[in-house]
């Protein structure tokens, strides 16, 4: 599968804990996205690298929320601290287009705060 | 006002029906249009991207764009059972930030 590629695919979680996402994008993909998505809604973008980069965060992406992108290869997104608000899918999209253009997305991370 | 404004449906058809799906948008800057497909409970699906105003064709598929009035459509034809999902357009500037701007999404069911 030559996709992009998240780990875990679903998370429970107690609130107050810390949670790590994985994120593998498509090899040649420089442009590594996050979003999350809340049922009924669109994604809302949370943050952008390219390579190793972060260029854009969204308000979103309180103090509690960190990503990262070690040698422009696979990336990770923490969160801490968590609350029941944070419950949603987490996406990861890579793209090798400028713009945010033919962004392909992963299946996501289902996280639920209990 | 938002962004994107797109009607969340839900819209049932029969299968074989041509589908029009819609989106408006209010940022005269935004430049690209794409439309995702999402299956329940996976990630979206990149069907067709464009980023002038005219049709793009692509199989059953035609994406539509009319930047004079800020109206993105997607249009399925010979609409099939598999075709059930949610269809999420996404709009993104030339230039200037990466983020895709992304609808609510319309839920799509095609009945057999």
């Known amino acids: 599968d030559t996709g992009v590629s998240q780990d875990p695919r679903h998370k429970i979680t107690k609130r107050g804990q810390n949670v790590t996402f994985r994120c593998d994008p498509i090899?040649?993909?420089?442009?590594l996205y996050w979003y999350r998505q809340t049922l009924g809604q669109g994604p809302e973008f949370l943050t952008y690298f390219q390579n190793e980069a972060q260029l854009e965060k969204s308000r979103l992406l309180s103090d509690r929320f960190s990503a990262e992108r070690p040698k422009g290869s696979f990336s990770t997104l923490e969160i801490q601290r968590t609350e029941q608000g944070d419950s949603a899918m987490y996406l990861c999209?890579?793209?090798?287009?400028?713009?945010?253009?033919?962004?392909?997305f992963g299946q996501g991370t289902r996280l639920t705060v209990v | 006002q938002k962004e994107v404004e797109q009607d969340p449906g839900p819209l049932s058809v029969p299968e074989g029906a041509i589908v029009s799906l819609n989106c408006t948008y209010s940022?005269?800057?935004?430049?690209?249009f794409m439309w995702y497909r999402q299956y329940s409970r996976k990630g979206p699906e990149l069907l067709m991207y464009?980023?002038?105003?005219g049709n793009k064709e692509d199989g059953r598929f035609t994406a539509q764009v009319d930047k004079s009035s800020k109206y993105i459509s997607l249009f399925i034809r010979d609409s099939q059972p598999s075709d059930s999902a949610t269809y999420l357009c996404?709009?993104?500037?030339?230039?200037?930030?990466?983020?895709?701007?992304f609808g609510k999404g319309t839920k799509l069911t095609v009945n057999p």
């Open positions: 090899s040649e993909h420089n442009r």
């Open positions: 940022n005269s800057a935004f430049q690209y």
């Open positions: 464009t980023y002038s105003s």
């Open positions: 996404a709009i993104t500037l030339q230039g200037g930030s990466e983020k895709l701007v």
């Open positions: 999209a890579s793209s090798a287009q400028q713009g945010g253009t033919e962004a392909f």
